[in-house]
């Protein structure tokens, strides 16, 4: 090895620690409710041991596909910093990665050794690696939607992640064909030193799959016995931890008890197999040891070592976190991660008290929001980054407490509870994505508010004082809705739908008016877009607001037979209906047909 294959193997390991910081932060950046979700789903059940056998299966499926348990616990690290996965669910996938990690031994197995399909090569890390770089490079340098942006860092994270992994590989490329490296397999006849040179070829090769591949093919010359190779294969699956460790570096306590995790089994492993092989080969005697192994032997006791050790240790998923904890410890807790913590599984047990605790969190949840709408309109005219800091931390507020609340509460027993607290059930769990929404859209339009200070644009007079009056309506119909969550207040609730109404009519009137402006040359094209886009947020606020409005009323009614998913609150045609409209044209449609401007 020459100074430029260690310039080139810093060089690698430097791109992977940059891989895997961009990787994260980006996905800390997107992290939102749809993707929690699918984790969830994948990770979690109600009913016992469920959620454990799901998480192992995703991490056996994952990694069997892209061939590196390291790359699939590297991406767990990256979702447990972000906080988009808790360590319990992460630590199963883990367990699961490294029976996947097995695939390519049994895929050699058939003598496949440096060849394969074009599907096979397009799955290593060496052939995706680029194509994630590239793809994400382009969406940076062509695209001006954040969402896609941070996309992007996630696929050029990856990208570089595995581009170092690659790098690192290359750089000790050459010794896999040198016949003297090979021959260390060889030389080791005690147990031990068998392990350690297992162990120490992997770290080299950062890989344990090249590793055993190698193995297999040094036993096509019949000189590798069971007794030579059982040594080496635990070496090498203690030595795989070597990426993880350092794909650990740079991260929280909590992604690093996830690297943590998975060099634990590996040494519980290396550990089990040696004291159970060895104790009975100097009692009793194993004659097999002596016997000659062929690849698919090798490939069956990867494969043993892996399935046993993680058959093993599933049951005490829990117990391995808590372990971690006390070695390595925790991160402080936030007053934000306190109101998550509420949720407590072993809250379960009393349902009440569970589902007092998903109100409470809805509580929270509408607090943010309201925040935000007044927060977000503010920017409009008076744009200012440190709102907008907090803006962004009450929208992720509200991502999260979608994924918990929907999560948690479909746990909670119904068996006992009263007829009032199983509407309750059904009353948070179709609201809380509606909610969601909102908070959305209140982001939309801070985002809009934030181009338009960059850009210096701005509306005209008449443009503004729309902006103002939908605002106003907007933000009534959310005042409407949260009191008549809060205060179970059916005036406030039956009142959201008809104001919706007004909004949706002035945002059509508001439309034709805008148009009018850009014909006239009153207002640019710049201003004109921003202006449809910010109307049609608060259009859907105030749907949304709307939907869950219903299922306020339902409850509030407690009448089952109610369809809110598809009805009103009233009839539209009654004369309450018509009343309460009547009053909301007066108050925001007319001065909109008018154009003429209010005073808050």
């Known amino acids: 090895m020459d100074i430029l294959s260690v310039l080139q ?41 469920v959620g454990e056998l799901k998480g192992w299966g995703l991490g056996t499926g994952v990694t069997a596909i892209i061939q590196s348990s390291a790359a699939t616990t590297i991406m767990l690290i990256g979702f447990v910093n972000a906080g988009i996965m808790k360590l319990s669910q992460a630590i199963p ?37 680029p194509m994630l770089a590239g793809v994400g490079a382009f969406i940076i340098l062509f695209s001006k939607k954040k969402k896609l942006k941070n996309v992007a860092g996630i696929l050029m994270g990856l990208g570089i992640l595995f581009y170092g992994m690659t790098m690192m590989e290359s750089v000790f490329a050459p010794l896999k064909e040198s016949p003297a490296f090979q021959k260390i397999f060889l030389s080791f006849q005690n147990p031990l030193l068998g392990i350690a040179a297992g162990l120490l070829i992997t770290a080299i090769i950062q890989s344990s799959s090249a590793s055993v591949g190698i193995l297999q093919a040094l036993s096509a010359t019949g000189a590798v016995t069971f007794g030579t190779a059982i040594p080496i294969i635990i070496g090498q699956n ?49 004659p097999m040891l002596a016997k000659t192994v ?41 007053e934000i991660e306190k109101e998550f913590m509420k949720l407590d599984d072993r809250l379960l047990q009393t349902p009440v008290v569970a589902l007092e605790q998903c109100n409470n969190l809805m509580k929270q949840m509408i607090d943010r929001i309201q925040e935000n709408y007044k927060l977000s309109t503010d920017l409009i005219e008076n ?81 503004l004082n729309e902006i103002r009056l939908i605002t106003a309506a907007a933000g009534e119909s959310l005042d409407r809705l949260f009191t008549a969550y809060r205060d179970r207040d059916r005036d406030s609730a039956i009142r959201v739908e008809p104001l919706s109404e007004t909004i949706e009519q002035m945002r059509d009137i508001m439309k034709d008016h805008h148009i009018v402006r850009l014909q006239d040359g009153i207002c640019n094209a710049r201003s004109g877009a921003v202006f449809f886009d910010m109307i049609n947020c608060f259009d859907r606020i105030a749907a949304h607001a709307g939907n869950v409005s219903l299922h306020i009323i339902k409850r509030m009614a407690a ?6 998913m598809h009805g009103t609150t009233q009839d539209v045609s009654g004369e309450e209906f018509i009343r309460i409209f009547k009053e909301y044209e007066d108050t925001y449609l007319t001065p909109v047909k008018e154009n003429i401007s209010i005073t808050a």
């Open 238 to 286: 203690l030595g795989k931890c070597m990426t993880i460790i350092l794909g650990a570096i740079g991260a929280n306590k909590k992604a690093k008890r996830v690297s943590l995790s998975y060099l634990l089994f590996n040494i519980f492993g290396a550990i089990f197999f040696f004291v159970v092989i060895y104790g009975i080969h100097y009692t009793v005697g194993i």
């Open 559 to 564: 009448n089952r037979s109610f369809d809110e």
């Open 93 to 129: 996938v883990v367990l699961g990665s490294n029976v996947g990690s097995t695939a390519t031994a049994q895929i050699l197995r058939l003598g496949d050794i440096g060849s394969g399909t074009l599907v096979l090569k397009l799955l290593k890390p060496s052939s995706f690696a």
């Open 383 to 463: 744009y200012n980054e440190k709102s907008f800091a907090t803006l962004e931390k009450n929208e992720s507020f509200a991502d999260r407490c979608e994924t918990a609340l929907a999560s948690y509460i479909i746990r909670i027993d119904r068996s006992d509870l009263s007829e009032d607290n199983k509407f309750m059930i059904s009353e948070i769990l179709n609201s809380v994505s509606d909610l969601e929404r909102i908070a959305d859209y209140c982001m939309n339009i801070a985002f809009e508010a934030r181009d338009m200070s960059l850009t210096n644009t701005g509306f005209s007079e008449s443009g």
């Open 9 to 49: 193997l810093f060089g690698g390991v430097g791109l992977f620690l940059f891989g895997m910081s961009l990787m994260g932060s980006s996905l800390e950046t997107l992290a939102g409710g749809s993707l929690q979700k699918i984790l969830e789903t994948l990770t979690t059940s109600k009913k016992k041991g």
């Open 294 to 334: 062929n690849r698919g032997d090798i490939a069956n006791v990867h494969l043993g070592f892996n399935l046993i050790t993680s058959l093993i240790l599933l049951p005490f998923s829990a117990k391995m976190a808590d372990l971690t904890g006390k070695i390595i410890g925790e991160d402080p807790v936030d």
